[in-house]
């Protein structure tokens, strides 16, 4: 059973295998994929939810010569997300590149990024997730630059060189650890590791490597125009997905392989980090002047929240109230998954049937596009945290936590972060009204409309309602509230 | 100011860089623990190989192998959607034309025999990949606008080659019971040359049209000069 952890991973690859040999039929080929993919990934999260942790060598050489793959509650938590919204992205873009020459560029890019992201979730091997984070950053760096454009070339192929920058850096804190350890298997090397300066020097670089390519503050400067700029479901892919898997990556490393040296001082570095991304990001998407570019800020800014979890983490004993912030931690990860995707797609949108993004020129709007413009204020809200959304419990898990451990100065930043978030989204729904008389139906181009409005409905529905099931796939007892 | 800037950073950096140096020592100082080398050694005759880098990139670890040629698959696509090849150079003299001739065949004999040899002494698909590709580049500088690749359906067939065929194998092996690219006993060797010799044409053809530097099929696309040739041989 655990053999089958290689099929997220494998469908995908041949799938975008398919697509680059047809390129006539990529869309057929791309979506069929798309269907698979997103079933092997589902079903492994069932087999995770029925029957606890996989794990599997391959090759029949067992560890440490093999190489592991393993999918625990928190492998399958992100595969499931990336899953469902991946899947969503893949029918939005079937109707979004239809007719078009970009169709036959972005299947195949797509699946193999789909296969690197799910690679990342499952891999239980240092060297084997440099491999998948190569293989991620350059197909989205080269689906960021799809339309061509010299903006969006110059954003992305700085992209690309800072992806490159990460993942070597990334690599460097790897060859330390083989050299110290002699394996690369995290569960192995988890039992030899010490708190040794050689380990110090390994966290603080592979850290800062997938910092940058997860974009926390200050290592978030290339993330704006390269999200802003390219095509709409690349960008929801890119915000949603792409950054999530480096900071899995931090979030496992931090919390598992590195637990005996990430000490509350650094954990309160990042956390400093993430307060900073947190209010220069919601700042600068309050100041934004188009549609995506809001959007983007606003990525740079969630992604704040999620390391101010990391100080309250270290400071608190393994218990219930620890497993609270872990799991509400996830919870953010996962919302903002599905709003910021849904947000994206809603936002491209827009773009094609204005002709541009500019948010003081959306008036009306909302009347020619109800459905849209309805995505776009639910995704907002579960961005802001507003009740029921998953990020609310996050937050308010996370406002707990900073009282409980006496750590009161997370609380300002998440308030002023949340006032702000609020003004950005109202000021794009405030511009998006005022076309009279109030004409025409809810949804006008179903194939797009449906896939950003389930996802910003996930985003505050799914996950904010039915927050238990993050708890118990992670093994935690109730969800708290 | 500009330049205390610079003086800084470069302070900075160069502290960084002590920092690194003193933990790589103190790495290297250590006593030297278990290492994957001796393990990887000691199982080698079981591999299907005898040359040690080939058994940990085509068995031990043939899935980051896999992956790896997915990099340089996606590498190539993203230079392909930048946009169509440049026309390419003008046609070389009697003296380069013929030395062409001799050297092109010879670097495609070279690469089967890097390629035969690699399962017992240094060589594989990656090195007489590169011999392959580096014929492609000989071909494209001396005036051949199509380098000597294929058309683009032909092109697109062969650049998934590789991978196409290790994910194949390694389907195929997880479909009938053995584990994704779990070589059964006494198979691997074959299973390994099949792997190796699809990859060599894949990685020869990629590299080939990564130097073309641009979308095939369009074949007559203007560069600079605005002259475009297709002369075939």
């Given at each position: 059973?655990?053999?089958?952890?290689?099929?997220?991973?494998?469908?995908?690859?041949?799938?975008?295998?398919?697509?680059?040999?047809?390129?006539?039929?990529?869309?057929?080929?791309?979506?069929?994929?798309?269907?698979?993919?997103?079933?092997?990934?589902?079903?492994?999260?069932?087999?995770?939810?029925?029957?606890?942790?996989?794990?599997?060598?391959?090759?029949?050489?067992?560890?440490?010569?093999?190489?592991?793959?393993?999918?625990?509650?928190?492998?399958?938590?992100?595969?499931?997300?990336?899953?469902?919204?991946?899947?969503?992205i893949?029918?939005y873009a079937?109707s979004y590149f239809?007719?078009?020459?970009?169709?036959?560029?972005?299947?195949?890019?797509?699946?193999?990024?789909?296969?690197?992201?799910?690679?990342?979730?499952?891999?239980?091997?240092?060297?084997?997730?440099?491999?998948?984070?190569?293989?991620?950053?350059?197909?989205?760096?080269?689906?960021?630059?799809?339309?061509?454009?010299?903006?969006?070339?110059?954003?992305?192929?700085?992209?690309?060189?800072?992806?490159?920058?990460?993942?070597?850096?990334?690599?460097?804190?790897?060859?330390?650890?083989?050299?110290?350890?002699?394996?690369?298997?995290?569960?192995?090397?988890?039992?030899?590791?010490?708190?040794?300066?050689?380990?110090?020097?390994?966290?603080?670089?592979?850290?800062?490597?997938?910092?940058?390519?997860?974009?926390?503050?200050?290592?978030?400067?290339?993330?704006?125009?390269?999200?802003a700029?390219a095509p709409a479901p690349v960008s929801a892919?890119?915000?949603?997905?792409?950054?999530?898997?480096?900071?899995?990556?931090?979030?496992?490393?931090?919390?598992?392989?590195?637990?005996?040296?990430?000490?509350?001082?650094?954990?309160?570095?990042?956390?400093?980090?993430?307060?900073?991304?947190?209010?220069?990001?919601?700042?600068?998407?309050?100041?934004?002047?188009?549609l995506k570019?809001?959007a983007?800020?606003?990525?740079?800014?969630?992604?704040?929240?999620?390391?101010?979890?990391?100080?309250?983490?270290?400071?608190?004993?393994?218990?219930?109230?620890?497993?609270?912030?872990?799991?509400?931690?996830?919870?953010?990860?996962?919302?903002?998954?599905?709003?910021?995707a849904g947000f994206f797609l809603a936002a491209g949108l827009v773009q094609r049937k204005a002709?541009?993004d500019?948010?003081?020129?959306?008036?009306?709007?909302?009347?020619?596009?109800?459905?849209t413009?309805?995505s776009i204020?639910?995704?907002?809200?579960?961005?802001?945290?507003?009740?029921?959304?998953?990020?609310?419990?996050?937050?308010?898990?996370?406002?707990?936590?900073?009282?409980?451990?006496?750590?009161?100065?997370?609380?300002?930043?998440?308030?002023?972060?949340?006032?702000?978030?609020?003004?950005?989204?109202?000021?794009?729904?405030?511009?998006?009204?005022?076309?009279?008389?109030?004409?025409?139906?809810?949804?006008?181009?179903?194939?797009s409309e449906?896939p950003a409005?389930?996802?910003?409905?996930?985003?505050?529905?799914?996950?904010?309602?039915?927050?238990?099931?993050?708890?118990?796939?992670?093994?935690?007892?109730?969800?708290?509230? | 100011?500009?330049?205390?800037?610079?003086?800084?950073?470069?302070?900075?950096?160069?502290?960084?860089?002590?920092?690194?140096?003193?933990?790589?020592?103190?790495?290297?100082?250590?006593?030297?623990?278990?290492?994957?080398?001796?393990?990887?050694?000691?199982?080698?005759?079981?591999?299907?190989?005898?040359?040690?880098?080939?058994?940990?990139?085509?068995?031990?670890?043939?899935?980051?192998?896999?992956?790896?040629?997915?990099?340089?698959?996606?590498?190539?696509?993203?230079?392909?959607?930048?946009?169509?090849?440049?026309?390419?150079?003008?046609?070389?003299?009697?003296?380069?034309?013929?030395?062409?001739?001799?050297?092109?065949?010879?670097?495609?004999?070279?690469?089967?025999?890097?390629?035969?040899?690699?399962?017992?002494?240094?060589?594989?698909?990656?090195?007489?990949?590169?011999?392959?590709?580096?014929?492609?580049?000989?071909?494209?500088?001396?005036?051949?606008?199509?380098?000597?690749?294929?058309?683009?359906?032909?092109?697109?067939?062969?650049?998934?080659?590789?991978?196409?065929?290790?994910?194949?194998?390694?389907?195929?092996?997880?479909?009938?019971?053995?584990?994704?690219?779990?070589?059964?006993?006494?198979?691997?060797?074959?299973?390994?040359?099949?792997?190796?010799?699809?990859?060599?044409?894949?990685?020869?053809?990629?590299?080939?049209?990564?130097?073309?530097?641009?979308?095939?099929?369009?074949?007559?696309?203007?560069?600079?000069?605005?002259?475009?040739?297709?002369?075939?041989?």
């Amino acid at each position: 059973m655990a053999d089958l952890l290689i099929l997220p991973v494998l469908v995908p690859l041949l799938g975008g295998l398919l697509a680059t040999a047809l390129p006539v039929r990529s869309a057929l080929v791309g979506t069929l994929a798309a269907l698979a993919t997103s079933l092997s990934g589902l079903g492994i999260t069932l087999l995770v939810w029925l029957h606890g942790d996989l794990g599997t060598v391959l090759g029949g050489w067992g560890v440490p010569l093999g190489i592991g793959l393993s999918a625990d509650g928190l492998s399958a938590a992100l595969l499931a997300m990336a899953s469902l919204v991946a899947l969503a992205i893949s029918i939005y873009a079937g109707s979004y590149f239809a007719g078009s020459a970009q169709a036959r560029h972005f299947w195949p890019l797509w699946l193999l990024l789909w296969s690197a992201l799910n690679g990342v979730f499952l891999a239980a091997d240092l060297f084997n997730l440099y491999v998948m984070l190569e293989l991620l950053g350059l197909s989205a760096a080269a689906l960021g630059a799809l339309t061509g454009k010299r903006e969006a070339i110059a954003a992305n192929l700085r992209y690309l060189l800072v992806g490159l920058l990460g993942s070597l850096t990334y690599l460097l804190g790897v060859a330390l650890l083989y050299t110290a350890y002699g394996t690369l298997d995290i569960g192995l090397l988890g039992e030899r590791l010490g708190p040794t300066p050689i380990a110090a020097t390994a966290l603080a670089l592979m850290v800062s490597g997938l910092a940058l390519k997860t974009a926390l503050f200050p290592l978030h400067f290339w993330l704006p125009p390269a999200h802003a700029n390219a095509p709409a479901p690349v960008s929801a892919a890119l915000s949603a997905l792409v950054v999530k898997a480096s900071f899995y990556l931090i979030l496992r490393l931090w919390t598992e392989l590195f637990a005996p040296i990430a000490d509350i001082g650094a954990a309160t570095l990042l956390g400093l980090l993430g307060a900073g991304a947190v209010l220069w990001g919601s700042w600068r998407a309050l100041r934004a002047q188009r549609l995506k570019l809001l959007a983007a800020y606003s990525t740079v800014a969630q992604i704040g929240y999620l390391f101010l979890f990391f100080p309250l983490l270290a400071s608190l004993p393994p218990g219930t109230a620890r497993d609270d912030l872990f799991a509400a931690c996830v919870l953010m990860a996962l919302t903002h998954g599905f709003a910021k995707a849904g947000f994206f797609l809603a936002a491209g949108l827009v773009q094609r049937k204005a002709g541009h993004d500019r948010i003081s020129e959306l008036g009306g709007v909302a009347q020619r596009m109800p459905a849209t413009t309805f995505s776009i204020a639910l995704a907002g809200s579960a961005l802001v945290g507003l009740p029921p959304s998953g990020s609310f419990i996050g937050k308010w898990v996370l406002m707990r936590g900073a009282f409980e451990t006496g750590q009161w100065w997370w609380l300002p930043v998440t308030v002023l972060g949340t006032l702000l978030a609020a003004a950005y989204v109202f000021r794009v729904l405030s511009r998006a009204f005022g076309l009279e008389p109030t004409p025409l139906q809810f949804v006008t181009n179903a194939r797009s409309e449906i896939p950003a409005l389930l996802l910003a409905f996930a985003s505050v529905a799914l996950l904010g309602l039915a927050a238990g099931p993050v708890w118990a796939i992670l093994g935690f007892g109730a969800a708290p509230a | 100011m500009k330049r205390d800037l610079a003086l800084l950073l470069g302070i900075l950096l160069a502290l960084l860089a002590a920092l690194l140096l003193w933990a790589l020592h103190a790495t290297l100082a250590l006593e030297p623990g278990p290492r994957l080398a001796e393990l990887a050694s000691a199982r080698l005759e079981e591999t299907g190989v005898s040359n040690p880098v080939t058994a940990v990139l085509l068995n031990y670890r043939a899935y980051d192998t896999l992956l790896e040629l997915a990099v340089l698959l996606a590498a190539l696509l993203g230079i392909w959607s930048l946009g169509p090849a440049p026309a390419g150079y003008q046609r070389s003299g009697p003296a380069l034309a013929a030395l062409v001739d001799w050297i092109v065949p010879l670097a495609i004999l070279a690469g089967g025999y890097l390629l035969w040899v690699g399962g017992h002494a240094p060589g594989g698909a990656f090195q007489a990949g590169a011999l392959l590709g580096a014929a492609g580049v000989i071909l494209r500088l001396s005036g051949e606008p199509s380098a000597g690749l294929p058309g683009e359906p032909a092109q697109r067939w062969l650049v998934v080659l590789g991978a196409g065929v290790f994910a194949v194998v390694g389907g195929g092996l997880l479909a009938s019971g053995f584990g994704f690219l779990t070589y059964p006993p006494g198979q691997a060797k074959w299973l390994i040359l099949l792997i190796e010799s699809a990859a060599t044409v894949a990685i020869g053809v990629t590299l080939t049209a990564a130097y073309v530097g641009g979308r095939p099929g369009s074949g007559t696309a203007h560069n600079g000069t605005g002259q475009s040739r297709t002369v075939q041989r």
